[in-house]
């Protein structure tokens, strides 16, 4: 699978900004996928997961209400809808598909990153 990722920007604190990032292979509905960010500096860290399906969900504490992750399957993209936008949410942010059992922090494929950059 490979993934790429788009739909970073600069915004200011507060605004609203949506990443998508598409997957090649015809795999993609049956694997979990999920966003995670790095700033500069700091470890990567999990932002947001869903199942296959959509159908669920799980969020990072620092982003619980604010982001949103969905999919389109039929598309074979997964979105990250981010909301109330702070500068501590500026990272690099990266897709990622396929979680590696048992547990859902480590994936298999990842994107090449898109950046995010929120200015106070």
């Known amino acids: 699978v490979q993934l ?3 739909g970073g920007g600069l915004v200011q ?6 990443l998508s990032c598409t997957a090649s292979g015809r795999t993609f509905s049956n ?9 500069p500096g ?7 997961t ?3 399906g959509g159908g669920s969900t799980y969020y990072a504490d620092s ?11 039929a598309e074979n993209t997964v979105h990250l809808q ?3 936008l702070k500068p501590e949410d500026t990272a690099v942010y990266f897709c990622a598909v396929r979680a590696k059992p048992p547990g859902i922090f480590e994936y298999d494929f990842w994107g090449q990153g898109t ?4 200015s106070s």
């Open 4 to 6: 790429q990722a788009f």
């Open 82 to 84: 981010m909301n109330s």
């Open 31 to 39: 694997y979990r996928a999920a966003w995670f960010r790095q700033a």
């Open 50 to 52: 869903i199942t296959s």
């Open 13 to 18: 604190a507060g605004d609203s900004l949506k």
């Open 115 to 118: 950046k995010v950059t929120v």
């Open 63 to 73: 982003v619980k209400g604010r982001f949103t992750i969905s999919r389109d399957n």
């Open 42 to 48: 700091n470890e990567r860290e999990f932002v947001a």
